[in-house]
């Protein structure tokens, strides 16, 4: 995959399998709860997966946790939900790579049959939402920087502490402000958290560097 495809191809399937190996269990499960977030406008079952993938992000994913979310879809298995909940059980078996990818394909599945026309052909459909929510929590795997801990003023960590705890993301601009007054010349960073157009979720790449999580 290019930089190019990466930021203006919309194949979610594809992106995940460029960097899934590299990402941590915490932001993959972030991955599907940002796609079940975007899913729960459609579908209440999705709200309440999001929140329990939000859960299980935070803390080690172990056979327990594993168990308590594969319980937890055995409740939801019912309406639009099931057959996404049979396949999430079947790929969290594996990692949560396997669960994310399963996840991904399933709503990029639902997403395609609601969106667009059935006799559009597979390949021309777009999964924009998806790819959007990658992107959010991955960032641009092409040009990583490290982020200069010269940045974290007190300022800057209060204000993305905040944010994140909130959920504030309209605050964004706020804090492209303060990391501008603390020095920070990363352009894609401070364009990420001023952007108008940006859809941010739990796991936002900005914030996750600021706070040193992966
Ligand atoms: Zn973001």
Not at 108 to 122: C, D, F, I, S, Y
Not at 139 to 147: V, Y
Request: glycine share 6%.
């Amino acid at each position: 995959m290019t930089e190019a495809e990466w930021l203006h191809h919309d194949e979610p399937d594809a992106m995940l399998e460029f960097v899934g190996k590299r990402l941590a269990d915490r932001k993959l499960l972030l991955i599907v709860c940002g796609c079940c977030r975007v899913r729960s406008t459609y579908e209440s079952g999705a709200a309440y997966m999001a929140e329990m993938f939000e859960k299980a992000a935070d803390r080690s994913v172990d056979a327990h946790a594993k168990m308590s979310m594969m319980s937890t879809f055995n409740e939801l298995m019912q309406g639009n939900m099931l057959t996404f909940a049979l396949r999430a059980m079947s790929g969290s078996e594996g990692s949560c790579l396997s669960l994310a990818r399963t996840a991904i394909g399933m709503i990029r599945q639902l997403e395609q049959q609601q969106a667009t026309p059935p006799e559009t052909p597979v390949a021309a459909r777009k999964c924009v939402n998806q790819a959007s929510v990658v992107r959010e929590i991955v960032g641009n795997p092409f040009s990583l920087h490290e982020f200069d801990p010269q940045w974290r003023t007190s300022t800057v960590h209060d204000l993305t502490v905040t944010i994140d705890d909130e959920r504030s993301w309209q605050k964004l601009p706020i804090l492209a402000d303060a990391l501008e007054d603390a020095g920070c010349d990363n352009t894609e960073m401070l364009d990420h958290s001023r952007s108008e157009h940006a859809v941010h979720h739990r796991g936002c790449w900005v914030i996750d560097s600021i706070l040193g999580r992966h």
